[in-house]
């Protein structure tokens, strides 16, 4: 466990003094702004690389938004400190003797995989499909994932050895309650890139030609594959491993059905990041 000189966790610099329960995750360090023109107090913030770390006071409640960059390799560091800062002594380096639960909501953007699911639609992730691979490098009771779910997508897929297994991941039934009753919910494709991992096809082929259409007519427990981005299903399979909460809320900026594009959703952003907030303040 390495730490930074000031005795907080390396990359994140935080330790579990400064970090509130309630986390939300976004990618884009500048959007950890919003939250500080939002809050009535910052308590807490620092910035290192691409992990902007800020914590709050909302209405009296206590927050902490942390950005996490792109990618799963990134989820796997911020969601990993986040649970150091939480449950390890940092001194002493040894587990804390009472178990500290968070809740993280990832707050981000996505492309739908549907028409009827169209840009500046609100899914959350009831769900989520690991395509990356990353919850294969942990031990873990297979009990946290939902393993009826991965054979029958592996079945479905069909996708080759060539490929890291996929592994799925319920979201926390509380979070999705307490922030989503209103929202489209569906199940979160993650895949470990934007270009070829997600179909896009640039100057070399993708080695899976029809992986959005394989994923679109994918569905469990009465819920499609509604959209595909690149961080939730580490944020969930590392929240369940670890004893934490976890949902994403993606703002739909994109249709890959129906070629449409949402260029400026500035302000749609920040009436999502201050509904989810309201929600779990009360």
């Not at 910052?42 to 792109?70: D, I, K, P, W």
């Amino acid at each position: 466990m390495v730490l930074a000189p000031n005795g907080s966790l390396y990359h994140i610099y935080m330790t579990g003094e400064v970090l509130a329960d309630d986390v939300f995750l976004v990618g884009d360090p500048d959007r950890v702004n919003m939250f500080k023109a939002i809050f009535d107090q910052v308590e807490y913030e620092s910035q290192n690389r691409e992990l902007h770390a800020l914590t709050g006071l909302y209405h009296g409640h206590r927050f902490t938004a942390l950005s996490t960059g792109m990618g799963c390799d990134n989820i796997d560091i911020v969601v990993t400190e986040l649970d150091a800062a939480a449950n390890m002594d940092l001194k002493a380096r040894v587990p804390k003797a009472n178990h500290r639960t968070l809740n993280m909501v990832r707050i981000g953007t996505s492309g739908s995989l549907h028409s009827e699911v169209p840009v500046g639609s609100l899914v959350a992730s009831a769900y989520a499909i690991g395509l990356d691979g990353l919850l294969n490098y942990y031990q873990h009771d297979d009990a946290v994932l939902e393993e009826a779910m991965t054979q029958a997508f592996v079945r479905h897929a069909q996708f080759g050895d060539r490929f890291a297994r996929p592994y799925c991941v319920k979201s926390s039934p509380s979070l999705l309650t307490c922030v989503a009753s209103d929202m489209v919910h569906g199940i979160t494709a993650t895949a470990p890139g934007f270009y070829a991992p997600q179909g896009r096809n640039i100057r070399i082929a993708p080695a899976i030609a029809n992986l959005n259409e394989t994923l679109a007519s994918f569905a469990w427990d009465g819920l499609k594959v509604t959209n595909l981005e690149m961080e939730t299903s580490a944020i969930y399979g590392l929240s369940k491993v670890m004893g934490h909460n976890a949902l994403t809320v993606c703002l739909i900026i994109a249709n890959r059905a129906d070629g449409t594009f949402l260029n400026e959703y500035h302000d749609q952003m920040r009436d999502t990041i201050v509904k989810i907030m309201e929600r779990m303040a009360k």
